[in-house]
Structures are given as structure tokens and as C-alpha cells.
């Protein structure tokens, strides 16, 4: 490993003097300097009949931190699938090294030089880290040596691993560690990174760039996909924007402002979300006392000592990083699990711990999961029977005639149904399509213009813009913030701190089932919220000794 | 030989069959596969095993035959499931069926035959040792194979690097995928290797157990056999504690049944499924054990996407 990372540097050093050379005007020099170590040229994928990749021109030079940006659904991932050799193109070509090269499987991208850290599907659970990184490896190293191996390799990039534990126990950091030692264990020339901070919190996502700097010394190349415009102007040299599987833009993103890479990557103007006219918070609405819940299943968080209380007319962020107990304490908000404690919960002052969602839902509460297929929404049924299905008892007058028999009432669905999609300006191609057929951004709109339609009082949504394009994002972010100005009350449960920041009025965070005191938005920062979410309990970096044995 | 000499031996002889079954089921499941002709195969093997016998006059050939007739009708249930990416469920239940059937019609012909019986192996030295030397070491050749089977699959899964990825494609089959591993290959091994040792299972009722044929002879054992896959949460050792205790309380209650205990037998013969079921569960009751366990992609069809 040394040894070749030594060739490496001695090729970046090269390059660097060429540059050098080449300053007056040398064409012969600049030419050779100028061979990426991969290129791509007009490569295309397509599905049926979507053009997912549209003749896609790409060049990563050596040693050079190259940043993919788009939104979802723009063929970020397709693309470097594609270059990692899991799906074969459908036409143009890929150079490594100003050769012509077919990457057939993700085992000649490996031999090529290529590394791959995925951003979901690619750890096994049950396996241990050991194990893991073995299955990586092509069978040279003795499955005895492996951990030694990962061990040395994970201290010698800032990434300590132990390699015994299995990766089911672990954060979503740990497991990102174990992708990136797995693919360094390769020696690649080329790291590719799929949105890797998504999951992070601000200070693991600086160890992060801390080991990309590194490797960038060694004179690897990276190529780092990701949507969060701030990240890539931070540390990459160089950026190509797709948008609709085309390429809209290639830049230095340092010389760009944050809003021309929007553009480039939108294709328009984003509305900017304003929190403006919250006013001052009434009756208090939800009230949260020492709700403790114990974990489910062996994965799952036990919630311990939840207090919060939220007033009409407030948004309250509750942010953290996923796999903190977001969704188990959203489960005992919406009363999917009810807590022994009835007492627990009070909605608007009746204690509601024990209540189910539809007694909760008639009580005029409303919720947003976070699955948008088969939780928030049945994929294989069209819009208005969802409406029903959420919404049969809350309005049983208007969606139902027949007393006991329940017949719906096609009309009213229709209409209301109708009134949601453009309310949000959900866009589809009939009238009441599958649920399933929408994209993502567009069922999320349909399914939060669904609970905001009735006007409910208290409203709790989980990682309500995950996944979603920024249009609709910023949209769905309004929509909560409106709410909250008619005198609900309303809580956010989001692992995106930009959203975090500009919606609610106070924050609290959720640490490894506990959630810290909620604080104003305004005088919260990113730095105290990244040491809550670490589990630094006074958020002044100071650890409790709980949170210290956690970890 | 003494009584309890002799009626270790019928547990021995009992649980075999189930024992090499399930070691094989468990290595397709191991893989994420769920076939659930087991029952069928066993037939198949047992209805191969007892013709090849009869026709070359060679019980070890017919043995042979066992194993390769399971293997080929699971081959069938690959072609199915992983080929064509049919619905694992019904297409093992089909074969269970077509099982059934398909041997009833080979081996109409051989009913009432007496069979050939596969002669036992004495090993040198280690079968003088009182006792315990006709006990475990007087065996037939398939007792020692199921035995051989449960070591070697136990450090095949754990210890091998083929084991590993195929551990890793029964957690997350697309992962595996992505990281270069060729899936439906390592699948047709290991449905292959559980058609193998479930043809050889029904080929030990046929020319060890009772050597002879009688039409659905499998009774039930290929179920059963199912069952403890799942009961020993995919380990092989205690698919093996599984199958040994089943054994036992069957032989067992059919000695109360003999000597007239004042139970009603119908509660006796159910005996063995209760013991089986509540000590495996006791010992898998540490869920979060279970849980890694548990192949994930256990039944899922697997279509590369390309």
C-alpha cells in the first residue's frame, strides 16, 4: 500500500511540475498533463423509456476532488453505477487513463482502480465489520489477517473500527467508516462517494473531509456526489451539475455563489421559505412528560425521559441523526405504539398515551411518516383511496354515507382530493393516478396537503422533505410553516439542519433516545447542534459520562 | 447389544434422515432461498435410492442414486426460482407435490419388494470401544456423512470465505450484487447441495431405515426437517440438537405407547413436535442472536438490474 501510494504522490508531484512548466504556453506538456484519469464520453443509460443518463461528458484529472451535483432523480446515481460497473451503459463510452475501458462488474471496476463507497445497500447487517471488508477483498488476504488489516488501515485514516462488532449494533457513521475502509483496502486510484454526508452529523461529516484531504495528498482522485452546494464549494476543486440526466453545468464551484450552482442544478429560482409571522406561541397544545418507551426490536432505540412541550402557533425542529430514535418517537407521537403511561402524552390536555392513532386523529391531530411507500401512503392504490384511508374517521361526514356500511362517497373524494393536489400543486399525468406512479417529491406534497387539508391542530411530520427536489421541498416547508401561523401546533422531526433552520421557531435534539431541552432558533448554532447530536448533553462539549460510555 | 444400546441406535437411525435434510435446507436458506420442496426431494430420493438398488443389486449405488435424483429435482426448483424468478413458495410446495406423485409412478412396481439394505461400516479400532463403539462407530455410511455434513457445513458458513459470501447473499442479496458477488450462481450451488442431501435423507429411509418401498414413506420428515431449519435459527449445531431430540422424544413415546402409559396417544404423538419446538425456541431466545441469524433475504426473488 505504501508503495503505490508513493508511485501516486510521485505522478502527482510530476503533474504538478509540468503544470508548472506549461505556465508560458507549452502545448505539448499541457496535453499530456491534461489525460483525466477517467473521462466519459456521451454515456448514456437507458430505462424503457426514461433516459436516465443523457449522453454524459465527465473528466476527473488525477489527484483532484471532483464534485457530481444534482437533485434527485437527476442521474447522479445511475451515472457512477454505470462507472462502478453495476449496470452496463446503454451507449457512449468510458476512458480510464485515455483508454477505452468496459467495466463489466463491479469486480473490474475494483481491478481498474476504482473504489465505490455507497450511499445505502451495500453493508450486510448480520455480518460483522471483519467480515464485511473480507467479502471486499478479492481472496488474497487470509480471512485471519483481515481484521488486523482494517484495523491498522481504519487508525491510519482518523477512522476507528472495531472490526468484531456487527454492523447492525452500529451508528450510520460507524457504518460509513466501514464503506471507506473497505474501498481504501483496494488501493484505488479513483474513490467515488455517493452523498456521504447525508447521514452525518457537522463534526463527523469534518473528519470526513479531513480523510478526503488526505487522500487527495496521496494523489487520489475522488469523486463526491452530493446535493449540499456549502460541502462542495468547501472541498472540491471542480464540479459537473446533471440535471434530467444532462449535464447543465462543469465549474470550479469556488468561483460559483450558492445560488448560480442552484440554478445550474434546479433550472430556475428556488422560493425562499420564510418563517417570518410566527407570532408569539398560545395555548400549549402537546405536552410531553418523562415518556419513556422501551426498544421494539433488537435495532431499535429506547426512548428515555421525553419532555417537550409545544404551544399553538409554533413549529418545534426536532433534529439529529437518523437511527436516534426519530421514528420510535414518532411512533408514540401518532400513537402507532401507545405507552403504558397515559399520562405521558396530553394533546390539548387529555392524556392520550394510551390512544391510537385514529382516537388521536379524531382529537384533531394529523401525521406524516416518514416511508412514503407503504407507511405514509399503500404504493398500489391511487390518490383518493389513500385520502380515504387516512382520512375515513377524521371525516367520516364527508368520505362515507351509509352508517355502519361505510359506502365512500365517490364525489367528495374526488373534489377533495382534487382541492389537495392543487393546493400543493402536485403534478401528474391523470387525474387520480397510482400512488406508486408519483415521484417522490410529488406523492410527499399529495400526503402532507392531505393532513394540512383538514386544518389539524397539532401536526407531527418525520423527515418531511427527505428525498424531495428543492422545489417541492420548499413548498412542503411553507406549507408546515402556514400552518403553524393559523394557530397550530407543529413538529418537524428532520435530520436536515438547513430545513431545521429555516422552519422552526425552537429545536430540541434527539441523542441516542433522549431529547435535549428545545432552545429558540435564534440562538442556536450548527456547531451546538452537532455537539447535542454527538451526545454532548450541555451542548458545550463537555460529555456526560453516559454519553461518553455510549460511544 | 443391550436395550439402551438398541434403542440408541433407533434414535440414531431416527434422526439421521432429518438431521441431513435440514443441513442442507439450511445451506440454501443460508443463501436466501426458501425451498419448500424438501418433502419432495426426500421422495424422490428415497424412491431413486430403493430402484437403483434393486436394479444393480448394489444398496451403495443406490445411495448414490439418492443423492443425485435429489439434487437433480432441485435443480428443477432452481431453474424455476432463480432462472425464471418464479415465486420460491409455490414453486417449492409444486415440487413437493410433483414429488409425491412422480415417485408414487417409479415406484408402483417395486411395492411389496423386499429391499437391500446398506451394509455398515466398522471403523478400525475406534468401534471395539465398549459401548460407544457400536453406537457411533458401527454406522452406516449416511449416518457418518450427516455427521460430517453438520462440521463441515458449520466451518464451510463460518470460517471459509465461500461460506462468508454466501452468508452475505442471504443478508442482502442486492449489496452482494453490487459488490462483484455472483448471486444466482451461489444460489444454484446451494439449492443443488440441499436437493443432494435431502435426496440422500429419503435414500437412508429406503435402504436403511426400512428398506423397502412404501408409496409417501417420507411421512412428514422433509416438513419436520423445514421446521428445525428455522427453530435452530440457521445453525447447524443446533439443527443438529434438534434433530437428535426429535428422534429421541419419537422413539420414546413410542415406548410409552407400547408399555400403556394412561395418556391418550394422540398427545403422545405429538410429543416430539412440543419438545422440539420449546427447546429450540428456548435456546433461541436471545433475539438480537436470532435476528443476525435470520438470512434477510430469505424467499426474495433476486433480478439483477442491469
Redesign the interface.
Known amino acids: 500500500m505504501k508503495l503505490v501510494s508513493c508511485a501516486l504522490r510521485k505522478n502527482a508531484s510530476k503533474l504538478g511540475e509540468s503544470e508548472r512548466c506549461l505556465s508560458p504556453g507549452g502545448d505539448v506538456e499541457n496535453q499530456q498533463s491534461e489525460i483525466p484519469l477517467l473521462e466519459t464520453r456521451g454515456l448514456t443509460k437507458i430505462f424503457g423509456s426514461l433516459r436516465a443518463c443523457d449522453a454524459i461528458d465527465l473528466a476527473i484529472a488525477p489527484g483532484e476532488v471532483h464534485a457530481l451535483l444534482g437533485e434527485n432523480g437527476a442521474g447522479k446515481s445511475t451515472l457512477v453505477k454505470m462507472l462502478f460497473g453495476v449496470l452496463d451503459p446503454s451507449g457512449g463510452e468510458i476512458l480510464w487513463k485515455g483508454k477505452p475501458v468496459k467495466i463489466g462488474s463491479p469486480g473490474e471496476a475494483r481491478a481498474t482502480g476504482i473504489g465505490m463507497v455507497f450511499q445505502h445497500f451495500s453493508l450486510f447487517e448480520a455480518l460483522t465489520v471483519a467480515e464485511n471488508i473480507a467479502l471486499a477483498l478479492d481472496g488474497k488476504v487470509p480471512i485471519e489477517k483481515i481484521s488486523d488489516e482494517a484495523r491498522r488501515l481504519s487508525l491510519d485514516y482518523g477512522l476507528p473500527l472495531d472490526p468484531s462488532a456487527h454492523v447492525a449494533d452500529l451508528s450510520v457513521g460507524e457504518r460509513q467508516r466501514i464503506e471507506i475502509v473497505r474501498a481504501l483496502l483496494q488501493n484505488p486510484e479513483l474513490i467515488i462517494l455517493d452523498e456521504p454526508t447525508s447521514v452525518l452529523t457537522p463534526q463527523e461529516a469534518d473528519k470526513l473531509f479531513e480523510t478526503l484531504a488526505k487522500l487527495k495528498a496521496e494523489g487520489r482522485s475522488v469523486l463526491y456526489i452530493s446535493h449540499r452546494l456549502e460541502e462542495v464549494q468547501r472541498i472540491c476543486d471542480r464540479a459537473t451539475v446533471l440535471r434530467h440526466g444532462k449535464v447543465t453545468g462543469a465549474c470550479d464551484p469556488r468561483q460559483e455563489t450558492p445560488s448560480s450552482l442552484a440554478r445550474m442544478m434546479v433550472g430556475g429560482e428556488v422560493a425562499t421559505v420564510s418563517g417570518a409571522g410566527l407570532g408569539e406561541p398560545g395555548e400549549v397544545l402537546v405536552e410531553v412528560q418523562k415518556l419513556s418507551a422501551p426498544a421494539r426490536s433488537p435495532f431499535a432505540v429506547t426512548l428515555k425521559d421525553v419532555d417537550l412541550t409545544v404551544r399553538a402557533g409554533e413549529v418545534i425542529a426536532i433534529a439529529g441523526v437518523a437511527g436516534n430514535g426519530q421514528s420510535e418517537l414518532f411512533d408514540v407521537l401518532s400513537g402507532e405504539v401507545t405507552v403504558s403511561d397515559a399520562d405521558s402524552i396530553r394533546i390539548a390536555g387529555v392524556a392520550a398515551g394510551r390512544l391510537g392513532i385514529t382516537a388521536r386523529r379524531l382529537m384533531g391531530c394529523s401525521f406524516v411518516p416518514e416511508e412514503r411507500h407503504g407507511h405514509a401512503a399503500v404504493p398500489n392504490m391511487n390518490l383518493s383511496s389513500n385520502l380515504v384511508l387516512s382520512r375515513y374517521a377524521s371525516d367520516r361526514k364527508t368520505f362515507l354515507s351509509g352508517g355502519w356500511l361505510g359506502l365512500i362517497n365517490a364525489g367528495p373524494v374526488a373534489t377533495a382530493t382534487k382541492r389537495i393536489s392543487s393546493a400543493m400543486d402536485v403534478r401528474k399525468s391523470l387525474v387520480d393516478p397510482m400512488a406508486g406512479s408519483l415521484s417522490g417529491g410529488n406523492l410527499q406534497k399529495f400526503i402532507v396537503g392531505r393532513e394540512l387539508d383538514r386544518q389539524p391542530r397539532v401536526l407531527v411530520v418525520n423527515q418531511p422533505t427527505w428525498g424531495v427536489d428543492a422545489g417541492a421541498a420548499s413548498r412542503i416547508r411553507q406549507a408546515l410553516i402556514d400552518l403553524a401561523k393559523s394557530g397550530s401546533a407543529v413538529i418537524v422531526i428532520s435530520q436536515d439542519l438547513d430545513e431545521v433552520f429555516e422552519i422552526a421557531s425552537r429545536v430540541a435534539v434527539l441523542n441516542e433516545g433522549r431529547l435535549s431541552r428545545p432552545e429558540p432558533v435564534a440562538t442556536m448554532t450548527r456547531e451546538r447542534i452537532g455537539l447535542l447530536m454527538g451526545g454532548f448533553h450541555d451542548g458545550a462539549g463537555h460529555p456526560q459520562p453516559e454519553a461518553l460510555h455510549a460511544h | 447389544m443391550d436395550m439402551t444400546q438398541a434403542i440408541i441406535l433407533t434414535i440414531i437411525t431416527a434422526a439421521t434422515p432429518l438431521l441431513l435434510a435440514a443441513i442442507g435446507e439450511l445451506v440454501v436458506e443460508r443463501s436466501g432461498v426458501l425451498n419448500l420442496g424438501v418433502e419432495g426431494m426426500m421422495i424422490m430420493g428415497a424412491v431413486a435410492a430403493f430402484a437403483i438398488a434393486q436394479l444393480t443389486g448394489s444398496a451403495g449405488l443406490g445411495a448414490i442414486g439418492g443423492l443425485v435424483s435429489g439434487m437433480l429435482f432441485s435443480l428443477l426448483f432452481g431453474f424455476l426460482t432463480l432462472t425464471l424468478v418464479a415465486n420460491q413458495v409455490a414453486t417449492g410446495l409444486a415440487l413437493t407435490i410433483l414429488g409425491l406423485g412422480l415417485s408414487g409412478m417409479i415406484g408402483e412396481s417395486f411395492i411389496g419388494l423386499p429391499g437391500l439394505k446398506l451394509a455398515a461400516i466398522e471403523i478400525p479400532l475406534l468401534s471395539d470401544i465398549p459401548f460407544i463403539g457400536r453406537v457411533l462407530f458401527s454406522q452406516d455410511p449416511i449416518f457418518y456423512t450427516s455427521i460430517i455434513a453438520v462440521f463441515g457445513v458449520s466451518w464451510f458458513l463460518f470460517?471459509?470465505?465461500a461460506g462468508?459470501?454466501l452468508?452475505?447473499i442471504g443478508?442482502?442479496h442486492?449489496?452482494?450484487?453490487?459488490?462483484?458477488?455472483n448471486v444466482v450462481r451461489t444460489r444454484y450451488l446451494a439449492v443443488m447441495f440441499g436437493g443432494a442431501c435431502a435426496g440422500l435423507a429419503g435414500a437412508h429411509l429406503s435402504i436403511v431405515y426400512t428398506p423397502q418401498w412404501v408409496e409417501n414413506m417420507t411421512a412428514g420428515r422433509g416438513w419436520i426437517a423445514l421446521a428445525l431449519v428455522v427453530f435452530a435459527s440457521w445453525r447447524p449445531g443446533r439443527a443438529l440438537i434438534g434433530a437428535y431430540l426429535f428422534g429421541a422424544v419419537s422413539i420414546g413415546q413410542l415406548f410409552a405407547q407400547s408399555r400403556g402409559i394412561g395418556i391418550p396417544s394422540q398427545l403422545l404423538s405429538a410429543l416430539p413436535y412440543l419438545a422440539t419446538i420449546a427447546v429450540l425456541v428456548i435456546i433461541s431466545l436471545n433475539?438480537?442472536m436470532t435476528?443476525?441469524?435470520?438470512?434477510?433475504s430469505l424467499g426474495k426473488s433476486f433480478v439483477p438490474?442491469?
Do not use: F, Q, V, Y
Not at chain 2, 442486492?174 to 458477488?181: E, K
Not at chain 2, 435476528?291 to 434477510?296: D, M, R, S, V
Open positions: 470460517k471459509s470465505r462468508l459470501r452468508r452475505a443478508d442482502n442486492s449489496s452482494a450484487h453490487a459488490l462483484g458477488i433475539r438480537r435476528l443476525i441469524n435470520t438470512p434477510a438490474e442491469r
